[in-house]
């Protein structure tokens, strides 16, 4: 059984900084798609990093130059570096798991997801 753990969201002043980490269980983590997605209230989710299983990285426009996402296969772990935060990056994240064959950061392609983490940024 999968399972996906996200950490390290919380409160930042704009322009801050946040790194979000999410570790999973119960896969090979290596043959699958990772992916970060957010939730604000009253919007759907959007997918905004996705790093496929041979290590490359996609971004949404929204994020891109701002966020980087990356992992550590040897602790079954994804990460999203947050930089340069804005109040409208504000939302709940989650990390995804999706095939390899999915190389996109649209959350249609993902079939497992963490409980969500918490980003704030006030201006």
């Known amino acids: 059984q999968v399972q996906l753990a996200e950490s390290g969201g919380g409160s930042v002043n704009s322009g801050g900084s946040l790194r979000l980490s999410c570790t999973g269980s119960?896969?090979?983590?290596?043959?699958?798609?990772m992916g970060w997605f957010r939730q604000a209230p009253g919007k759907e989710r959007e997918g905004i990093a996705a790093?496929?299983?041979?290590?490359?990285?996609t971004y949404a426009d929204s994020v891109k130059g701002r966020f980087t996402i990356s992992r550590d296969a040897t602790k079954n772990t994804v990460y999203l570096q947050l930089d340069n935060l804005k109040p409208e990056d504000t939302a709940m994240y989650y990390c995804?798991?999706?095939?390899?064959?999915?190389?996109?950061?649209?959350?249609?392609?993902?079939?497992?997801w963490g409980q969500g983490t918490q980003v704030t940024v006030s201006s």
């Open positions: 995804g798991a999706g095939p390899s064959t999915w190389r996109s950061c649209l959350s249609s392609g993902f079939n497992h």
């Open positions: 119960g896969y090979t983590y290596s043959a699958f798609t």
């Open positions: 790093i496929f299983s041979d290590g490359t990285p």
